[in-house]
């Protein structure tokens, strides 16, 4: 989710400071990263749920922190992308990487940088490149399913044209970080009296994102969600074209917390989504394969 608190207190300071001013959020401004660690929650992960930690290196020499579980000879893979706040061992993140490690499929998830025990610093743009790194850290013949969970399905978009992505799995997802930003401008009592404008770098469009791109998207959010409106998830689904696109709308849900809300469902949805693509590219695959040309006179 985006950092409410880090938003009302610009939104608030800055109408009290700076009324009729212009105040521009940085890209650092809406992220929300903790260095606590839930070590009874990582031991979970890693001595129960078969996952591993490991280190990726971005081009500046930072150490990002991943999580990977690999099951043999499977080669369909979810890479998962938290949110904007906490990091790994903190719920709802951890709760969704425990819960995944029953579908049976390759997993690797990251914390960003500034993240639990990443190095550098937590920032917008550095959770896009460090996405970027991740997916390049996977092996090219894997099927790869993207899961961004909040500010994370515009980290998952951002990688969506990549060959080896297969499709897409966006929960409390957002439409676009400057609706997200009126959004919490128009909750806070003081939010009319302040022009809040974004940094270049935090003026990306999900909605643009997913029409730009002909993969499959599983689309899920919580009817209940008080930090991202249900309406963002419905226009997120709107957006793709693709005939294997759906819309998950969880009755009880709250912001990413499908796992807990509708446990039954949950797992079932994930694996029916991956299965008809996985089938469709297979059968799309085979029929060029076999694809035969005319004779020549």
Not at 268 to 286: A, G, H
């Amino acid at each position: 989710m985006m950092q409410v608190k880090t938003l009302n207190y610009i939104v608030l300071v800055m109408s009290l400071l700076l009324a009729s001013c212009s105040v521009v959020v940085k890209d650092s401004m809406v992220v929300s990263p903790s260095k606590q660690i839930d070590d009874n929650n990582l031991k979970q992960l890693t001595e129960v749920h078969g996952y591993s930690p490991q280190w990726l290196v971005t081009a500046t020499g930072k150490k990002v922190y991943a999580l990977s579980r690999k099951v043999e000879g499977q080669t369909t893979t979810l890479l998962v992308l938290h949110g904007n706040a906490l990091n790994m061992s903190l719920q709802p993140w951890f709760g969704v990487l425990e819960s995944l490690a029953a579908t049976n499929f390759n997993i690797l998830a990251i914390d960003y940088q500034g993240y639990g025990f990443s190095d550098g610093e937590a920032s917008f743009s550095n959770m896009l490149s460090d996405t970027q790194l991740a997916i390049t850290a996977l092996s090219k013949n894997e099927e790869i399913y993207v899961y961004g969970l909040s500010l994370g399905s515009v980290m998952a978009t951002s990688i969506a044209k990549d060959d080896r992505v297969a499709g897409l799995i966006i929960e409390g997802g957002i439409t676009d970080v400057a609706e997200m930003v009126d959004l919490y401008r128009s909750r806070n009592l003081f939010g009319g009296l302040v022009n809040i404008e974004l940094d270049n770098k935090l003026k990306f469009d999900n909605i643009s994102m997913i029409k730009g791109i002909s993969k499959p998207v599983l689309v899920i959010h919580g009817e209940k969600d008080s930090n991202i409106p249900f309406s963002m998830g419905k226009a997120l689904y709107l957006a793709s074209s693709n005939t294997l696109s759906s819309f998950y709308p969880v009755a009880e849900g709250g912001h990413c917390d499908t796992f807990i809300k509708d446990e039954k469902s949950y797992l079932p949805r994930i694996k029916q989504f991956i299965e008809s693509v996985s089938v469709e590219e297979k059968y799309t695959n085979f029929t060029e394969d076999r694809d035969v040309k005319p004779l020549q006179e």
